[in-house]
């Protein structure tokens, strides 16, 4: 069983007891271990194996053994029992953005609500408005909300579905006679969410490796069984298209199904011009095949240099190909650094110590500490003792010799006044500030924007964490004007992040581009409270080369010396 099938259990144990009105602690406790389990990289069969459970963070005795519950029976019975006494209908309710079990019980209570179109009909009619506690606000919110989990009901975000298809070829790799093997699709563009997974092979053997396909434990449903094609659903319900290949197209091949559609038309027409006949067998002269073997050798016989898949959107990449002005990517091996990364002090799960030796292990030169700060009580926020207490603990910890550093941060929250969460002389004390909204979403764009303004204004703020605030499939940005914000971070040379956890990618590919053409700093964090997700660095760079970013406009391709005198000089109000 995957850990995030019984992740799910949790959390749907959770929302069921919420839906009931239960303790709020015990709902709680459901939900953090949702999130602990989610969240390993490692599995839990294996850590049950070993005895471990209740060495991870949240998990005590009773969910030790609710977890072996599930590992042996498949499920809950805490759950199962929960399900009877709720109708199912709501569990598909909760999935609604901004909706919580209190609200779907008041809906199907006072209207009937047992489905998302019955919900949609009575805030199209208004009825929801009328309810006491609801409001005209509260109706809008749950249409954006359906509207964007209508959105995402097609789609996946990158970070659940990219593992899931690599492990796929990891085991194709391992058990079936497969020669080449690669990803195809929006996931080897790196796009923040995929509609489905495709992989291409070579092979001596194309049935052999097809059954293997078929029979992956992964795999719920064969949709169509070939010897070129075969189509599956996974059990995380997405669909699988692998194909088998030549090696004579397998250039072409991966050109033509890493796409997008748009890139591919616009080669097309290139080769068009040249007389050229293009397709996903190859690049041909009449009935010659003049090139297939290699995706460069597909792009050169149209005279085009290589592409890296993540450009390939039409965004320009053709012409800039064409005009020999490519960008010289930043390469996930040249990040040195994470700009964000929460610790035990606040919201994390993990010691100074574990951050240090996992950063050790990814080979990283420094890991930027950013505790939420004083006010944002509800993720245990530092009181300005505790930040002086966790300085001095880091401050020890750096003398070790080991060459990763710690970086004394804070995620400062931009009050709803525009007043950052600690005074002055605090804050000058902090080594890297980042500052950040996490309340007043609702608030009026002139006021978010005042909002980030006075936060990029102050000179003791490095830097802006999640610029605009979206979830993916959860939350939209809030109302922030882009062009302003940008405008200040120019002209006060602070950065902007690109929150690397899969659901944020914030700033997204698109901003990411325009900040970078401004010459704005931007800075990688993965925002993680798990150790683990320390790992997560290259969604970020993922956004960061659709961006078109080169190393100079990433600072996380600073060592640890290089960084510290960027924070110093933003200081000093640049140079
Ligand atoms: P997705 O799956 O919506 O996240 O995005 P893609 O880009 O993976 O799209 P998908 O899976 O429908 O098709 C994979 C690639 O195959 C796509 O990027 C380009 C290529 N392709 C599919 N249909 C066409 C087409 O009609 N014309 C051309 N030129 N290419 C196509
Ligand atoms: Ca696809």
Redesign the pocket.
């Known amino acids: 069983m995957k850990n995030k099938e019984i992740a799910e259990i949790f959390q749907k144990t959770a929302a069921l007891l919420e839906i009931k009105g239960e303790n709020p602690y015990r709902i709680r406790a459901y939900q953090r271990a949702a999130q602990t389990i989610e969240a390993l990289t490692t599995d839990v069969e294996e850590l049950a194996k070993a005895g471990r459970l209740e060495k991870l963070p949240g998990i005590g005795k009773d969910l030790a053994q609710k977890i072996l519950e599930i590992l042996s029976t498949g499920t809950l019975s805490l759950y199962e029992e929960l399900k009877k006494e709720v109708p199912q209908s709501l569990l598909l309710l909760l999935e609604v953005p901004g909706l919580g079990p209190k609200k779907v019980k008041v809906l199907y209570e006072k209207l009937g609500v047992d489905s998302i179109e019955k919900l949609e009909e009575v805030c199209k009619t208004h009825k929801v408005s009328r309810l006491p506690g609801f409001g005209v606000k509260t109706e809008q919110n749950i249409l954006k909300g359906i509207k964007l989990l209508k959105e995402k009901r097609g789609?996946r975000p990158l970070g659940e579905v990219l593992p899931l298809a690599e492990e796929i070829v990891s085991i194709l790799k391992r058990r079936s006679p497969v020669e080449k093997i690669s990803i195809?699709?929006?996931?080897r563009?790196r796009?923040e969410?995929?509609?489905?997974i495709?992989v291409l092979i070579t092979s001596k053997n194309p049935l052999e490796v097809m059954k293997k396909v078929a029979e992956l434990e992964l795999v719920e449903e064969v949709i169509a069984f070939g010897e070129t094609k075969t189509s599956v659903r996974l059990r995380q319900g997405i669909q699988m298209?692998v194909r088998v290949v030549k090696p004579e197209s397998w250039g072409a091949a991966l050109a033509?199904?890493?796409?997008?559609?748009a890139h591919?038309?616009r080669v097309?027409e290139l080769a068009l011009e040249k007389g050229l006949k293009i397709n996903e067998y190859g690049v041909f002269k009449g009935e010659k095949r003049i090139a297939g073997r290699a995706e460069e050798e597909v792009y050169a016989a149209v005279g085009l240099p290589f592409i890296p898949p993540e450009l390939r959107e039409d965004r320009g990449e053709i012409e800039a190909a064409l005009s020999g002005s490519l960008p010289d990517l930043v390469d996930y091996s040249d990040i040195l650094g994470d700009g964000h990364v929460h610790s035990k002090y606040s919201d994390g799960t993990a010691s100074l110590e574990e951050i240090l030796k996992k950063a050790e292990s990814l080979g990283l030169s420094w890991v930027a500490v950013c505790d939420h700060s004083q006010s944002l009580k509800v993720a245990g926020g530092l009181s300005v003792e505790e930040l002086f207490e966790k300085k001095r603990a880091i401050e020890r910890i750096n003398k070790r010799a080991s060459k990763t550093k710690l970086i004394f941060g804070a995620e400062v929250d931009i009050l709803s006044d525009g007043s950052l969460d600690y005074p002055d002389e605090v804050l000058k004390e902090i080594e890297f500030v980042i500052a950040a909204i996490h309340t007043g979403f609702q608030q009026s764009e002139e006021q978010i924007t005042s909002r980030i303004l006075s936060a990029l204004r102050n000179p003791f703020v490095h830097a802006i964490a999640h610029p605009t605030g979206r979830v993916l499939g959860e939350r939209e940005a809030y109302a922030v004007n882009l062009s302003v914000m940008f405008e200040a971070a120019q002209k006060y040379g602070k950065a902007l992040e690109i929150n690397a956890y899969y659901k944020r990618l914030d700033l997204n590919d698109i901003h990411t581009r325009a900040a970078k053409e401004k010459g704005i700093p931007l800075i990688i964090g993965t925002d993680t409270h798990f150790i683990d997700q320390l790992e997560y660095l290259h969604y970020g760079v993922a956004v960061a080369r659709r961006g078109w970013c080169e190393k100079k406009d990433i600072l996380n391709t600073l060592n640890y010396e290089e960084f510290k005198k960027w924070l110093e000089r933003v200081r000093k109000g640049g140079e």
């Not at 195809?184 to 996931?187: F, K, L, P, R, V």
């Not at 033509?256 to 559609?261: L, N, Q």
């Open positions: 789609r195809a699709g929006s996931i563009r796009k969410t995929v509609k489905d495709d298209d033509y199904f890493t796409g997008s559609k591919n038309i097309r």
